[in-house]
């Protein structure tokens, strides 16, 4: 039974926190705050052996869970989604502190793993099949969607209970069980809190695992002979290492990877606007989201003025420890992203680009000194292909500004790289702004948008370097964790039809 009576306990006490791993082969890890370093909690971590004991409790537990009713299974969605509910503040506080989030990143985050609960338990109902003209006299057939039984759910550091959540609610409410390996540095928001929800909502015991663990750990859920698709989030690289090891066992892969993506600004643009959406689009959790803006192409009549806008209102930012001032701009995840943040713009500028804002903290905040990954929001322009800041995803808070003389070369510049995530373009006239979306080889395009859009009914998802043309979302979701099986049916046995 759900359980939300207990909505005033914590969620997370500290035998949850510690998870079933403490005192395992896996040790255990505190958990810190980005940049300050401050410690969290203690978590007990996973090992690779781990991966069978929870994978073998799934698939136990998925063949009873398949056979339940669309509603039995919504209602524990509908249960989960209340009990994250009455912990929001709790579950956003976790989510912020592991991440480094400013301000409402946590609350979001709980917004969005509620809305994909409710999306999940609609989805629970919806049809699973389709009849189909048999094949032979008296022959009656349908194909239906079949759950694929188990699924591992690997995730990152970035935003880790959405995308979570994207994954793990739409596999459990189409009949599936799931193991989930989020990122160690962020295992608490990421996963520990779903587990405990879900426990409160009185899903079947061995229906979702947590391993918080490193890569070997992933690894061992994409090669158990039980997992039948995996779902990962995260760079290119893993992605691809990820996807050959499926590939060569045959198991299909859900790959959502990096964005490297275009925010073009045409010539009949409303140039207040595409600011105001340009600063979310690529400060929006410090640049640290797959869809956020890392190419800014603005006509050349624009770019100007465009940059001078930018650089003020950036200027005025304050930096520094989200967990002790009111900051924009928090620490990035580390001081490892840090540095590679500020290599792209060293390599960028020594290759030509001028770098209008940035390099150093502005108006930072009490403690801002001491703390590590501290990076300031940064802009460039004169930025051209060939240059690290144009073709490298960046995920740190800068502003690249390249500026194109007419939809042509603006269309050539934004198709100049490998990734295919989103694209964002600003114009007054949208059929102009449709015309040129059409052109765009990317997953999303948004006419006057923002290149970071998401909901849990839309096909999210890259090609190219950005992913393998899977989508999550919606319907899409079907695709990704059901298999689709033929029955036939004969009103009696009869002769089979003649062959050629
Ligand atoms: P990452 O690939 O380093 O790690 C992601 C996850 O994979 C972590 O849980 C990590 O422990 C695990 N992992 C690492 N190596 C593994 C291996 N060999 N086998 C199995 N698991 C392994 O990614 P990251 O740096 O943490 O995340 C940032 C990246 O994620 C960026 O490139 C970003 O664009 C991408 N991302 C994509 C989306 C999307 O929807 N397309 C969303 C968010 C982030």
Same mark, same amino acid.
Not at 192 to 218: S, T
Not at 283 to 289: F, K, S
Not at 351 to 368: H, I, V
Not at 409 to 414: G, I, K, S
């Given at each position: 039974?759900?359980?939300?009576?207990?909505?005033?306990?914590?969620?997370?006490?500290?035998?949850?926190?510690?998870?079933?791993?403490?005192?395992?082969?896996?040790?255990?890890?505190?958990?810190?705050?980005?940049?300050?370093?401050?410690?969290?909690? $203690?978590? @007990?971590?996973? +090992?690779?052996?781990?991966? /069978?004991?929870? *994978?073998? %409790? #799934?698939? &136990? =537990?998925?063949?009873?869970?398949?056979?339940?009713?669309?509603?039995?299974?919504?209602?524990?969605?509908?249960?989960?989604?209340?009990?994250?509910?009455?912990?929001?503040?709790?579950?956003?506080?976790?989510?912020?502190?592991?991440?480094g989030g400013v301000g409402a990143k $946590?609350? @979001?985050?709980? +917004?969005?793993?509620?809305? /994909?609960?409710? *999306?999940? %338990? #609609?989805? &629970? =109902?919806?049809?699973?099949?389709?009849?189909?003209?048999?094949?032979?006299?008296?022959?009656?057939?349908?194909?239906?969607?079949?759950?694929?039984?188990?699924?591992?759910?690997?995730?990152?550091?970035?935003?880790?209970?959405?995308?979570?959540?994207?994954?793990?609610?739409?596999?459990?409410?189409?009949?599936?069980?799931?193991?989930?390996?989020?990122?160690?540095?962020?295992?608490?928001?990421?996963?520990?809190?779903?587990?405990?929800?879900?426990?409160?909502?009185?899903?079947?015991?061995?229906?979702?695992?947590?391993?918080?663990?490193?890569?070997?750990?992933?690894?061992?859920?994409?090669?158990?002979?039980?997992?039948?698709?995996?779902?990962?989030?995260?760079?290119?690289?893993?992605?691809?290492?990820?996807?050959?090891?499926?590939?060569?066992?045959?198991?299909?892969?859900?790959?959502?990877?990096?964005?490297?993506?275009?925010?073009?600004?045409?010539?009949?643009?409303?140039l207040p606007a595409a600011v105001d959406a340009a600063l979310r689009a690529s400060l929006a959790h410090n640049g640290?989201?797959?869809?956020a803006a890392?190419?800014h192409?603005?006509?050349?009549?624009?770019?100007e003025e465009y940059t001078a806008a930018l650089v003020e209102r950036l200027a005025r930012l304050r930096c520094g420890d989200p967990?002790v001032a009111e900051v924009a701009i928090g620490p990035l995840?580390?001081?490892?992203?840090?540095?590679?943040v500020?290599?792209?713009v060293?390599?960028?500028?020594?290759?030509?680009?001028e770098l209008r804002l940035g390099g150093r903290p502005l108006d930072t905040g009490p403690g801002a000194g001491?703390l590590?990954?501290l990076y300031p929001p940064t802009v460039l322009t004169?930025?051209?292909?060939?240059?690290?800041?144009?073709?490298?995803?960046?995920?740190g808070p800068v502003i690249p500004v390249?500026?194109?003389?007419?939809?042509?070369?603006?269309?050539?510049?934004?198709?100049?790289?490998?990734?295919?995530?989103?694209?964002?373009?600003?114009?007054?006239?949208?059929?102009?702004?449709?015309?040129?979306?059409?052109?765009?080889?990317?997953?999303?395009?948004?006419?006057?948008?923002?290149?970071?859009?998401?909901?849990?009914?839309?096909?999210?998802?890259?090609?190219?370097?950005?992913?393998?043309?899977?989508?999550?979302?919606?319907?899409?979701?079907?695709?990704?964790?059901?298999?689709?099986?033929?029955?036939?049916?004969?009103?009696?046995?009869?002769?089979?039809?003649?062959?050629?």
């Amino acid at each position: 039974m759900p359980d939300t009576g207990a909505a005033r306990a914590p969620l997370l006490d500290a035998a949850a926190l510690a998870g079933p791993w403490a005192g395992g082969r896996g040790g255990s890890r505190t958990q810190t705050e980005p940049g300050s370093g401050r410690p969290i909690a $203690g978590i @007990g971590l996973a +090992a690779t052996e781990d991966v /069978e004991r929870a *994978a073998l %409790a #799934a698939v &136990a =537990a998925q063949e009873s869970w398949a056979r339940t009713t669309c509603a039995e299974r919504a209602l524990v969605l509908r249960e989960a989604a209340a009990v994250l509910a009455a912990h929001s503040d709790e579950v956003a506080d976790w989510v912020n502190r592991e991440t480094g989030g400013v301000g409402a990143k $946590g609350a @979001g985050e709980v +917004a969005a793993a509620i809305e /994909e609960l409710y *999306a999940g %338990a #609609a989805l &629970a =109902a919806e049809p699973c099949g389709e009849l189909l003209p048999g094949s032979a006299p008296g022959q009656f057939g349908y194909a239906r969607r079949v759950p694929v039984g188990v699924v591992g759910v690997i995730t990152p550091w970035n935003a880790p209970l959405r995308l979570a959540a994207r994954a793990v609610v739409p596999a459990l409410a189409l009949g599936n069980a799931v193991l989930l390996k989020p990122d160690e540095q962020t295992a608490i928001g990421g996963g520990l809190v779903l587990a405990a929800a879900f426990a409160r909502a009185g899903l079947p015991a061995g229906l979702l695992a947590v391993l918080p663990g490193p890569a070997e750990v992933g690894e061992a859920l994409v090669a158990s002979e039980h997992t039948a698709v995996i779902s990962f989030t995260g760079s290119t690289a893993t992605g691809r290492r990820i996807g050959s090891i499926a590939g060569g066992l045959l198991k299909r892969a859900v790959l959502e990877l990096g964005g490297n993506n275009a925010f073009v600004v045409l010539d009949d643009a409303d140039l207040p606007a595409a600011v105001d959406a340009a600063l979310r689009a690529s400060l929006a959790h410090n640049g640290q989201i797959c869809m956020a803006a890392g190419r800014h192409l603005v006509h050349q009549d624009l770019a100007e003025e465009y940059t001078a806008a930018l650089v003020e209102r950036l200027a005025r930012l304050r930096c520094g420890d989200p967990r002790v001032a009111e900051v924009a701009i928090g620490p990035l995840i580390n001081g490892r992203q840090a540095d590679r943040v500020a290599g792209i713009v060293a390599d960028s500028v020594a290759a030509g680009a001028e770098l209008r804002l940035g390099g150093r903290p502005l108006d930072t905040g009490p403690g801002a000194g001491t703390l590590t990954g501290l990076y300031p929001p940064t802009v460039l322009t004169g930025v051209r292909p060939g240059m690290p800041a144009f073709d490298e995803e960046i995920f740190g808070p800068v502003i690249p500004v390249t500026s194109f003389a007419d939809d042509e070369e603006a269309v050539r510049l934004a198709r100049a790289t490998a990734y295919g995530l989103s694209a964002a373009i600003h114009t007054a006239d949208p059929v102009r702004g449709r015309a040129f979306a059409d052109r765009l080889p990317t997953g999303m395009a948004h006419v006057n948008g923002s290149t970071i859009d998401d909901a849990p009914h839309v096909p999210m998802g890259g090609l190219g370097l950005s992913g393998n043309g899977h989508r999550s979302g919606g319907r899409w979701n079907v695709e990704a964790f059901t298999f689709t099986q033929w029955v036939t049916v004969l009103d009696r046995p009869r002769a089979p039809r003649k062959a050629g």
